[in-house]
């Protein structure tokens, strides 16, 4: 794992921290944080780094609300704690 892979793990773990339990967030955000002038670049190494924290147990990816596995997901996924239910509008 490179530096940007780890700093991704970490912004991922701090955004949650900072959130209330059942927020979500989007791999993006944790781009964002890493790299604000070039994260549309890092959404792989994101989502890689979402998935990598998933087979850790220390988080859970969703789509539509229901827990998915990241490397098999098209389109846009949320991340959130392991076990806290998903808050976001229109989820079930």
Known sequence: MDDVDGRLERAVS???ADRRPGATICPSEAARVVAP???REL???AR???ARLAGAGAVEVTQGGVVIDVAAARGPVRIRRRGVPDDQ????
Do not use: N, T
């Not at 509008?89 to 079930?92: E, H, M």
């Open 89 to 92: 509008p229109g989820s079930p």
């Open 14 to 16: 701090a955004l949650l």
């Open 37 to 39: 002038e070039g994260w």
């Open 43 to 45: 959404m792989p190494a």
């Open 48 to 50: 890689a780094a979402a």
